[in-house]
């Protein structure tokens, strides 16, 4: 009798530990199971992550480099305006009288009166003087303010109370034309690269 007791304990217990181990062995692998899920979702948001912060690095460096070409085009566009204003004070006298009374004609228009007051650039004063003289003598009124414009060439064209001014000095031609030059430039040049 002992001996079947220990016999039927023995069969129990090896029943039992039997047992024990397949829910062991089931719940290893359930974890198993999700430990791998965990793992291919850390992988797939790792992967996605760094797609994303590729295409932010593609682009982070595609505006940088368009950036960099506008920088450059800019600073082009301003050195061949800087040049065509230096080879326009180097322009004949004729040729150069003939370009500010078109301005002065343009500046007097513009304003609408028939009395107007210029204000002259420190080094173009005689050259413009000329000019001025010489649409007196076609009967337009035009003052000379005496104080020098800070900049050397060009003029500022005003109503004859001061309220409506034109700047024709070079400095603000060159502004004005520098959008007209660089679209130009850019619907020629660079229209597919700036896309």
Known sequence: MIVEVIKESEEKYKELLNQALEEALKNAEEKWRKVEEEGREIVRKAEEEGKRTYRQLITQAELESKGTLLKKFDELIDEVLEEVLRDIEKLPEERYGKAIEKFINEAI??????????QIGKKDKSRIMKVVKSLKKEGLKISIDKSPLSEDYGFIMKSKDGKVSIDYTFKSLKERLKPIIKRKVVETYFKEVLE
Request: aromatic letters at 0%; glycine letters at 20%.
């Open 109 to 118: 228009g513009s304003l609408g009166s028939e009395e107007v007051i210029i």
